[in-house]
């Protein structure tokens, strides 16, 4: 017994000794992961806090929409609109209500205001909604003559479901600007890539035929080619087969003349 005695000893003073070393780091480390945890579910609840202040505020915006609707003053809903953004610039609902004061104040015929509201949601506003922000404001832009800077805002433009609207918008940026060439084939690419269902493409279409249509592709060039070549390939088979003929015919006449 006095073995085992002397052997736990010795693993209760090795423990001892490595907990003197190491001790003071493992209880610090304990204490960062708690507090990370803590700190984890704080910033949640913080950011759901956020939200549902926003969803609140968010509502009196719309209260204020639906008054501009009808009275047509979007001054009120721009001040209620940039207030939320103020307050809660990381929700969606912020977004939302910038864009929906940038309608009322471009409808308003207020061009300034609503570049403002627009350029926000592309600086700020949340990803999904910075594409048709982009759009939008390149639309303002246009308006207001600045061609070079509502091209530029198209090009930043990303995602599939936008490049057939952007493209459009690039038409008439170029057609504006007296660039036939470009403009076309702007138009062309809005017909191409708009969805069938799309109330785009006939716009498009439309503007695409007023530009003179779609330009040949090169394998239509290729394909048209080949046709040719087949036609006259065929047509200098029957020449020969006429030719063939008619030497046949003279034979015969030559032999009944013997």
Known sequence: MSVYDAEEQQRIDALKDWWAQWGTL?????????VGIAGAQGWRYYQKQQVVKAETLFVSVQKVAQETAATKD???LSAAATA???KYPSTFYATDAQLMAAKAAFDGKDLAEARKHLQWVVDKGTASHQP???VRLAAVLLDEKKYDDALKMLDGVKGEGFVSLAADLKGDIFAAQGRRDEARAAYEVAVDKADQRSPLKPISQVKLDAFGGASEKPADKAAEAKGDKGEKGEK??????SNDKQADVKTDASGAKK
Do not use: T
């Not at 493992?26 to 708690?34: E, P, T």
């Not at 200098?236 to 087969?241: F, I, L, R, S």
């Open 132 to 134: 048709i922000a982009r």
């Open 84 to 86: 939320l953004a103020d």
């Open 26 to 34: 493992v209880f610090a480390g304990l204490i960062v992961f708690l």
């Open 74 to 76: 979007w001054k009120k």
């Open 236 to 241: 200098g088979a029957k020449g020969e087969k």
